[in-house]
């Protein structure tokens, strides 16, 4: 009897031990990957001023009338003044397009009343300058009883792919800077880089503050801001 009660015993012990032996190695191992999952993450951003380079502006002409000939007839004549008065202007045959005759049939009480037909012209060029000039000169068309209707000039600035590596790089190094900023106050040191993300770029009129999850691209202004922002994960040790 005594026996038995001797060897349940020693195998209690025994249990007891191997679970304390599996138990120290579990929380040596927390340990360790706590420590192997020690990471901070920081945002960096980098900033730089651009000027536009090329330009787009749109404009139409509208008219109606009774028949279709009718309006064609005055919108001809009408597109014939606005195409010399641009080219007085000095923009070129290569930065003008002109779009074929939209027609529109109006109706009145069911029955058609006439006919609206619509000319829509674009210039498209890398001279600002001469583009501000013509679109300033426009204004001498509706007076003379020309009704150009004129938009709103579109600014765009197309060395952006070839800017995007050069801002991303210094964003990301804004980022390392502020992080071992952190660190630094901690004790601790910096490790590698464990993961890197980027939001699309924020193109915006100077001292705009606008920022939108899928990027902005503000076309209003020839000078823009044009500002990458990444977010990086460092290891800590």
Request: charged share 20%.
């Amino acid at each position: 009897m005594q026996g038995r009660l001797a060897l349940a015993l020693v195998a209690g012990l025994a249990s007891i031990a191997i679970a304390l032996a599996i138990g120290l190695v579990a929380i040596g191992a927390g340990i360790r990957d706590r420590g192997a999952d020690d990471s901070i993450s920081v945002t960096g951003s980098a900033k730089r001023s651009v000027s536009s380079d090329y330009v787009i502006w749109g404009a139409s002409l509208s008219v109606q009338a009774p028949t279709t000939a009718a309006a064609a007839a005055q919108l001809g004549r009408w597109l014939e003044q606005t195409l010399e008065a641009l080219k007085e202007s000095g923009i070129e045959d290569g930065e003008l397009s002109v779009a074929p005759i939209s027609t529109e049939t109006l109706y009145k009480r069911g029955k058609v009343s006439g006919y609206s037909l619509t000319r829509f012209l674009e210039v498209r060029s890398s001279r600002l300058d001469a583009v501000a000039g013509a679109i300033e000169d426009s204004s001498r068309l509706l007076a003379a009883g020309v009704p150009l209707s004129a938009g709103q000039p579109q600014y765009v600035y197309t060395k952006l792919a070839e800017l995007r590596p050069q801002l991303s790089a210094e964003a990301t190094k804004d980022a390392l800077v502020r992080a071992e900023a952190i660190v630094a106050i901690t004790g601790d040191a910096l490790g590698g880089v464990r993961e890197v993300s980027s939001s699309p770029f924020q193109v915006t009129a100077p001292g705009s503050t606008e920022v939108e999850d899928y990027g902005i691209y503000d076309t209003s202004t020839r000078d823009k801001e044009v500002t990458a922002v990444v977010n990086v994960t460092f290891a800590v040790r």
